[in-house]
């Protein structure tokens, strides 16, 4: 309960960096997050290792008020494919340049146009990859780190061909 009630304070304050990494926020709180109207001055939101789950990723990548949000870290939170495209569906976070997905379980994943995207670990594979080489938005991204994702020959031979 002491923690609920934290939590819910600082839903309300005007702050720009906010790390909340290894707290098992779970889906309640990543609701409580997720619907957030007040940090409009936000920049940094870490989340790493929360148990948010595909429901509380689509809740974040939902939310509108986050303008100003240049980094989100989401590794560990098994936001799965679903939650995944949220977050590569918002229209609010043209800010954004850092991407952390890192350890959720994605098998293909969508992402918005970013300079770094981390989706080491998610299981991709060859699919995955041939997936990812046919982003076309993709025009400022200087960074994407694929490690430890089965991918093999063919999908590495396409993200050489048409990746960004």
Do not use: H
């Amino acid at each position: 309960m002491v923690a609920e009630d934290y939590l819910k304070g600082l839903l309300r304050e005007k702050i720009e960096e906010l790390d909340l990494s290894q707290n098992r926020l779970g889906r309640e709180g990543s609701i409580a997050i997720g619907k957030n109207f007040s940090w409009d001055k936000l920049t940094i939101l870490n989340l790493d290792n929360n148990k948010i789950g595909i429901e509380g990723g689509c809740l974040i990548g939902s939310n509108t008020t986050w303008v100003n949000l240049q980094l989100l870290n989401l590794k560990s939170n098994l936001i799965g494919d679903q939650g995944t495209v949220a977050l590569s569906k918002s229209k609010t976070w043209t800010n954004l340049q850092d991407l952390c997905l890192c350890n959720n379980s994605i098998p293909i994943a969508g992402a918005a146009a970013l300079a770094k995207i981390n989706l080491g670990g998610n299981k991709l594979g060859d699919r995955g990859a041939i997936e990812l080489s046919k982003n076309t938005v993709w025009m400022n991204l200087r960074e994407l780190n694929l490690e430890s994702n089965s991918i093999g020959d063919e999908g590495a031979s396409e993200l050489s061909q048409n990746t960004c």
